[in-house]
């Protein structure tokens, strides 16, 4: 999930024509105002979100009461990640990512797209998971709604919202990072309270639904469902350009701020699975948590919580939403894909083309598709993009910079090439649809560039990919 200095980063990092602003001779640089704490609650509000709210029950029903597994691998799978980034963030400390640096590992102008544009799809997905929970869980708590209409509303209203402009500070994460913190600490305090007064029944921690797949499959299948509400560390490496001291400040901030996410939702799901049955979570769906709530604490105003996952899913997929359409204006205007992606708007300044091209794919997907599976579809597509990532700490090494930054002992990488690639794969039990939704989303990316390449007299496409953040 995306926090809201995200774009604020983007859209100083990048100027008119969509190029690096510090890349440009002359440019200033961008304003270092973020210190260790500030970029710490950065890390925190940019993983919490829409994962945890909305897809607890999902992933119960798959890997039964011991629940908390699949979260626990999830974070450790992402740890070993967040380690590669911390060193290529510190071995090149610009607002690039991924598509930054497998453009330098590898030099394929086609792969550093595909990357870029998986980052972009996995934006979408994510919101329009945010989308349906709005519709189907949060809202239904204060009006009766038909799901999809209210969904594609959303859709609709984060459009405009996006084409009219949006400006936060970094700051303003501080207060979203407490608020949506606030909705998970309620479970847990709840959790805690019923175990005290002898509720709840602990032996459903060990117990792992099996089914017909084995306990294996059970949970990995879990774990990769799981890996959606751990994703958006990836983002921070965004910010490494107005952070003071990058590359001494990154590696606490990253480590701890993820350390601190992992033991709020492994307290979540322990709560969960002493109050309520893998089946009744299931059951309850995107509602889980509202579910453990109502069992935990009778008394307690549901339109209270309610109201926090309203502003979780909200926030988390606007940020995504703008992310998104930013990443394809960006695309445009490294003449990568049709120039018309790069149209802004005289009046508002805003890249409307982009705008509604994200926008009608969220609302094919909120119209159609399942959001346990948009969840899957997230974590498939940044877990490919993780793999490669892995990969490439591992070719950059080649390069030296003349700066001390930190570096990851070789196997971590390694591992997590491997588990990422694994997750990520047909062996962990992953859903097909997941893969449908991911190719035909790629596939939407692939045509845009060969209509490009048609277009534009099939000439050579130079990259710049610090203007592909996300």
Same mark, same amino acid.
């Given at each position: 999930?995306?926090g809201p200095?995200d774009?604020?980063?983007m859209a100083?990092?990048t ?6 602003s510090?890349a440009e ?17 950065f890390?925190?509000g940019?993983?919490?979100?829409t ?5 607890t029950g999902?992933v ?21 990640t ?12 610009r607002?690039?990512?991924a598509?930054?640096y497998?453009?330098?590992a590898?030099?394929?102008?086609f792969?550093?797209f595909?990357v870029?544009?998986a ?14 929970a ?7 708590q204060f009006v009766t709604v ?5 969904a594609v509303?959303f859709?609709v209203?984060?459009?405009l919202?996006?084409f009219r402009?949006?400006?936060e500070s970094?700051k303003a994460n ?5 608020v949506?913190?606030s909705g998970?600490v309620i479970v ?5 309270w019923?175990?005290?007064n002898?509720?709840g029944?602990p032996?459903?921690?060990t ?7 084995g306990?294996l499959?059970?949970i ?10 751990m994703?958006?560390f ?6 490494a350009e107005?952070?003071?001291d ?11 701020g993820m ?7 492994? %307290?979540? *799901? /322990?709560t969960s699975s ?6 009744? !979570?299931?059951g309850?769906? $995107?509602?889980? #948590? &509202? ?5 935990g604490?009778?008394?307690?105003p ?9 502003f ?5 997929a ?10 394809v204006?960006g695309?445009a ?5 049709p120039?018309v992606?790069g ?9 409307w083309?982009?705008i509604?091209?994200?926008? %009608?794919? *969220? /609302?094919?997907l909120?119209?159609?598709?399942d959001?346990?599976? !948009?969840?899957?579809?997230? $974590?498939l597509? #940044? &877990?490919?993009?993780f ?7 591992l070719?950059?090494?080649r390069?030296?910079v003349?700066?001390?930054h930190?570096?990851?002992?070789t196997?971590?990488?390694?591992l ?5 690639a ?5 062996l962990?039990g992953?859903s097909?649809?997941?893969y ?8 939407a990316?692939?045509?845009?560039w060969?209509?490009?390449w048609?277009?534009g007299?099939r000439?050579?496409t130079?990259?710049?990919p610090?203007?592909?953040t996300g």
């Amino acid at each position: 999930m995306l926090g809201p200095a995200d774009c604020v980063s983007m859209a100083e990092a990048t100027n008119a024509t969509g190029r690096s602003s510090a890349a440009e001779p002359g440019q200033p640089e961008l304003k270092r105002a973020i210190g260790p704490k500030l970029l710490l609650f950065f890390v925190v509000g940019d993983i919490l979100g829409t994962g945890v709210y909305a897809l607890t029950g999902q992933v119960a029903g798959k890997v039964g009461g011991a629940l908390w597994l699949p979260f626990l691998i999830a974070f450790v799978v992402a740890f070993l990640t967040a380690f590669s980034y911390l060193e290529l963030v510190g071995k090149y400390p610009r607002a690039a990512g991924a598509a930054l640096y497998t453009n330098r590992a590898f030099g394929v102008q086609f792969l550093t797209f595909m990357v870029a544009f998986a980052v972009m799809s996995s934006g979408i997905t994510s919101a329009s998971s945010a989308a349906i929970a709005f519709a189907r869980t949060y809202l239904q708590q204060f009006v009766t709604v038909p799901v999809t209409l209210v969904a594609v509303l959303f859709v609709v209203l984060l459009a405009l919202v996006n084409f009219r402009g949006v400006a936060e500070s970094v700051k303003a994460n501080v207060v979203l990072t407490c608020v949506e913190v606030s909705g998970l600490v309620i479970v847990i305090g709840i959790g805690a309270w019923a175990v005290l007064n002898g509720d709840g029944e602990p032996s459903r921690l060990t117990q792992v639904d099996t089914g017909d797949s084995g306990w294996l499959l059970a949970i990995t299948s879990a774990t990769a469902l799981a890996f959606f509400a751990m994703v958006g560390f990836e983002d921070s490496v965004n910010m490494a350009e107005e952070t003071r001291d990058p590359v001494r400040i990154f590696p606490r901030a990253m480590l701890t701020g993820m350390g601190i996410v992992a033991v709020i939702y492994v %307290l979540v *799901a /322990v709560t969960s699975s002493l109050l309520l049955s893998p089946q009744e !979570l299931a059951g309850a769906g $995107s509602g889980a #948590l &509202l579910k453990v709530v109502q069992v935990g604490a009778p008394g307690f105003p549901l339109w209270v919580f309610s109201l926090i996952g309203l502003f979780a899913v909200i926030n988390s997929a606007l940020i995504n939403m703008l992310m998104a359409s930013r990443l394809v204006y960006g695309m445009a205007n490294e003449r990568i894909i049709p120039r018309v992606f790069g149209l802004v708007h005289p009046l508002r300044r805003t890249p409307w083309v982009s705008i509604v091209f994200t926008s %009608l794919i *969220a /609302v094919v997907l909120v119209s159609f598709v399942d959001i346990s599976q !948009l969840g899957g579809t997230t $974590s498939l597509l #940044l &877990l490919m993009v993780f793999a490669i990532v892995n990969v490439a700490v591992l070719v950059l090494r080649r390069e030296e910079v003349a700066h001390e930054h930190f570096r990851a002992p070789t196997a971590v990488p390694v591992l997590g090439a491997i588990t990422c690639a694994y997750l990520a794969s047909p062996l962990s039990g992953r859903s097909w649809g997941d893969y449908r939704i991911a190719g035909l989303l790629l596939l939407a990316g692939l045509v845009l560039w060969v209509i490009n390449w048609l277009v534009g007299g099939r000439r050579k496409t130079e990259i710049n990919p610090e203007s592909l953040t996300g």
